[in-house]
């Protein structure tokens, strides 16, 4: 079975710090791959998708940037964070080989910038 | 434009009663529907997914959902709540974009009492 993983859980950093959060995937080959943020526990934006290795699309402008160095590793970066950056950051994978079969979801990380 | 809607922010239904949870969509062409629950400070959970045949389709946790293609909606419904089912409901349809890219609803929270 298939399983995503996100760390950190939880994540507190100064404003002008660099950020890494890092996702990985298990049991599937050749995923989509996507980031989004949720603000205030409610609706989700898509940040970034990823459909290869070093293939990103980005869905916003911001100060946020994702990478994908592996087929089943993606990462979220920041040169310097910004207060707004604050949120609950979801991963998810979609199998390209099934069709329309949806997203799963990561567990998330809740990062506060101070 | 494509989009989904969740007209309710909020559902209070008492524990034995019967949930329903309201989604409508727009978008172009045949849509693919999804419903996600999601728990305090957790991933996105998949709940049931509509993608072609019978109008009900059931799901986890006793849930099930309604494909209505004239009034363009996919309400979710369970026979009868438990205080466990309190938490937030996401719809989603399916990016006519491609890469399984999905639209999400707003949220809507679900109480349920005792």
């Known amino acids: 079975s298939q399983t995503i993983h996100q760390w950190p859980a939880t994540l507190v950093q100064p404003v002008g710090s660099p950020l890494s959060l890092e996702c990985t995937v298990e049991?599937?080959?050749?995923?989509?791959l996507y980031w989004y943020r949720q603000a205030a526990g409610r609706g989700l934006q898509l940040l970034f998708y990823s459909i290869g290795i070093d293939q990103i699309s980005s869905e916003v402008p911001q100060n946020l940037s994702a990478s994908r160095p592996q087929d089943r590793q993606f990462i979220l970066s920041s040169k310097k964070l910004l207060l707004s950056d604050s949120g609950f950051y979801l991963c998810?994978?979609?199998?390209?080989?099934?069709?329309?079969?949806?997203?799963?979801f990561g567990p998330g990380t809740r990062l506060t910038v101070t | 434009a494509q989009s989904v809607a969740q007209p309710e922010d909020q559902v209070n239904v008492a524990e034995g009663n019967p949930l329903t949870v309201k989604c409508t969509y727009s978008v172009s062409g045949n849509p693919y529907l999804f419903w996600y629950v999601q728990y305090p400070n957790r991933g996105l959970q998949f709940l049931l997914k509509?993608?072609?045949?019978?109008?009900l389709v059931k799901g986890s946790y006793g849930f099930e959902a309604e494909f209505n293609k004239s009034q363009t909606s996919f309400h979710l419904k369970k026979p009868s709540a438990l205080v466990s089912d309190s938490a937030l409901y996401f719809c989603a349809v399916r990016d006519a974009g491609g890469y399984n890219k999905l639209i999400f609803g707003a949220g809507t929270r679900l109480a349920v009492h005792p």
């Open positions: 049991g599937t080959s050749n995923p989509n």
């Open positions: 509509y993608i072609t045949g019978d109008n």
């Open positions: 998810a994978w979609s199998s390209r080989d099934r069709g329309p079969g949806g997203q799963y």
